[in-house]
């Protein structure tokens, strides 16, 4: 594999179990040194576990001197006073260098071309037509010009969620492995979402998840990337090997309620003030009206006020007021926390939407209804005759 080279370079972080914050390998303490404010105390978990080597017959592990006792056995007797340990981290954090990816994404023959007839295919489309992100008003704003033959402008979309390592139907304790995915939305829609074109940049170690506010140290290493690459980069692509400028944004944020929002900054969608694009309260829900329309710039600054406060009791009763807190990815100079954070098609409109209607406003979920009741009524139609001809024969036997 590295002969051919196939081997995917990856970077690897002691990852605490408890914050989720991550060190470097060679340089990890003891134990984790995270503050959530400059007044909270430290984290304090343990980072490493002490795991002995298994002895094998006849040998054990060296650790300075080796002793060779003088018994004529078939294999040299080693004798050791201790058997040496190894420091394991509790849980690793393993992530994959975007500029990696994109470098071999774009060496991959065909990849540039596809691009560029994909932008012509969108501008020669019929004004005022919408089919793609790349038509919307925040690709606009963020690629202002069009990608020339020497500079390349990359969009990416980014999915964070969690699943199941044993699988949705184990029973027991249930375990969370969370992924960080990234998909370039300058190929064309049919390859885009295919898994040899998504980059899988991180995945967060089992068994728990993050919460909203330890969500900001595992995105941490792809922010500080993504913040270099939006400068610009020299990539040797397949087209144009002595290098080209590649400058690379992330346009949008995708993924469930409970995700965007752990991952954006906001609140749950079960708080008082729970939506990411106005500010309507819990309590307003049945009026089916939106709150005052929220603007980015308002909600990056309520997230610096949020981080700057010296309390985790503070930060509580802001968030609480506001709905908002700190994310990464307010860390990003061209990033909406508000535009850039779409509605999930699936669960809102796949099954929220459609759901309900099928099931209720075209009755749908009444015929099944329909039919355990006629069911029931058969069944205890059946039962009361059976019950009528035992009672018949009851009294035929007494006269």
Same mark, same amino acid.
């Given at each position: 594999?590295?002969?051919?080279?196939?081997?995917?370079?990856?970077?690897?972080?002691?990852?605490?179990?408890?914050?989720?914050?991550?060190?470097?390998?060679?340089?990890?303490?003891?134990?984790?040194?995270?503050?959530?404010?400059?007044?909270?105390?430290?984290?304090?978990?343990?980072?490493?576990?002490?795991?002995?080597?298994?002895?094998?017959?006849?040998?054990?592990?060296?650790?300075?001197?080796?002793?060779?006792?003088?018994?004529?056995?078939?294999?040299?007797?080693?004798?050791?006073?201790?058997?040496?340990?190894?420091?394991?981290?509790?849980?690793?954090?393993?992530?994959?260098?975007?500029?990696?990816?994109?470098?071999?994404?774009?060496?991959?023959?065909?990849?540039?071309?596809?691009?560029?007839?994909?932008?012509?295919?969108?501008?020669?489309?019929?004004?005022?037509?919408?089919?793609?992100?790349?038509?919307?008003?925040?690709?606009?704003?963020?690629?202002?010009?069009?990608?020339?033959?020497?500079?390349?402008?990359?969009?990416?979309?980014?999915?964070?969620?969690?699943?199941?390592?044993?699988?949705?139907?184990?029973?027991?304790?249930?375990?969370?492995?969370?992924?960080?995915?990234?998909?370039?939305?300058?190929?064309?829609?049919?390859?885009?979402?295919?898994?040899?074109?998504?980059? &899988?940049?991180?995945?967060? +170690?089992?068994? %728990?998840? /993050?919460?909203?506010?330890?969500? $900001?140290?595992?995105?941490?290493? @792809?922010?500080?990337?993504?913040?270099?690459?939006?400068?610009?980069?020299?990539?040797?692509?397949?087209?144009?090997?002595?290098?080209?400028?590649?400058?690379?944004?992330?346009?949008?944020?995708?993924?469930?309620?409970?995700?965007?929002?752990?991952?954006?900054?906001?609140?749950?969608?079960?708080?008082?003030?729970?939506?990411?694009?106005?500010?309507?309260?819990?309590?307003?829900?049945?009026?089916?009206?939106?709150?005052?329309?929220?603007?980015?710039?308002?909600?990056?600054?309520?997230?610096?006020?949020?981080?700057?406060?010296?309390?985790?009791?503070?930060?509580?009763?802001?968030?609480?007021?506001?709905?908002?807190?700190?994310?990464?990815?307010?860390? &990003?100079?061209?990033?909406? +926390?508000?535009? %850039?954070? /779409?509605?999930?098609?699936?669960? $809102?409109?796949?099954?929220?939407? @459609?759901?309900?209607?099928?099931?209720?406003?075209?009755?749908?979920?009444?015929?099944?209804?329909?039919?355990?009741?006629?069911?029931?009524?058969?069944?205890?139609?059946?039962?009361?005759?059976?019950?009528?001809?035992?009672?018949?024969?009851?009294?035929?036997?007494?006269?």
């Amino acid at each position: 594999i590295k002969h051919l080279k196939l081997e995917v370079p990856l970077e690897k972080f002691v990852c605490c179990t408890q914050c989720y914050s991550l060190y470097n390998v060679e340089t990890a303490p003891e134990e984790c040194t995270y503050q959530a404010t400059f007044k909270s105390a430290r984290c304090g978990a343990e980072l490493f576990r002490i795991s002995k080597f298994k002895p094998l017959p006849h040998i054990q592990f060296p650790t300075k001197q080796l002793e060779i006792s003088t018994k004529k056995n078939k294999y040299p007797h080693i004798q050791l006073p201790n058997r040496p340990r190894l420091k394991i981290p509790y849980a690793t954090f393993i992530a994959q260098p975007l500029l990696t990816w994109i470098t071999w994404l774009l060496n991959r023959t065909g990849i540039e071309d596809a691009i560029e007839q994909w932008v012509d295919k969108l501008s020669a489309a019929e004004p005022g037509l919408v089919c793609d992100v790349a038509q919307g008003e925040v690709w606009k704003k963020l690629f202002q010009k069009r990608n020339t033959d020497s500079d390349l402008h990359l969009g990416f979309s980014l999915f964070i969620d969690w699943f199941n390592p044993a699988g949705n139907k184990a029973s027991g304790k249930q375990t969370s492995m969370g992924i960080i995915a990234l998909n370039c939305l300058n190929i064309p829609p049919r390859l885009r979402n295919q898994p040899q074109y998504t980059c &899988l940049a991180g995945m967060i +170690p089992s068994p %728990n998840q /993050p919460d909203m506010n330890t969500m $900001n140290n595992v995105l941490m290493p @792809l922010v500080t990337e993504m913040a270099k690459l939006n400068h610009g980069v020299m990539i040797c692509t397949s087209k144009h090997p002595k290098g080209r400028k590649v400058v690379i944004k992330l346009v949008n944020l995708i993924g469930d309620i409970v995700a965007n929002h752990k991952v954006a900054g906001f609140k749950s969608h079960a708080a008082r003030k729970f939506c990411s694009w106005c500010e309507v309260e819990d309590h307003e829900r049945g009026n089916l009206e939106l709150g005052r329309l929220r603007s980015g710039r308002e909600v990056v600054k309520l997230a610096v006020k949020w981080k700057e406060l010296a309390s985790s009791s503070l930060r509580d009763q802001l968030a609480k007021k506001t709905g908002v807190r700190w994310s990464e990815l307010n860390g &990003l100079s061209y990033w909406d +926390p508000v535009v %850039n954070v /779409p509605l999930g098609v699936m669960h $809102n409109w796949y099954e929220g939407v @459609l759901q309900h209607h099928f099931r209720y406003c075209w009755g749908f979920d009444m015929l099944d209804v329909r039919r355990q009741m006629l069911k029931a009524s058969t069944e205890e139609s059946e039962d009361s005759e059976n019950y009528a001809s035992s009672d018949g024969m009851e009294l035929d036997d007494e006269e």
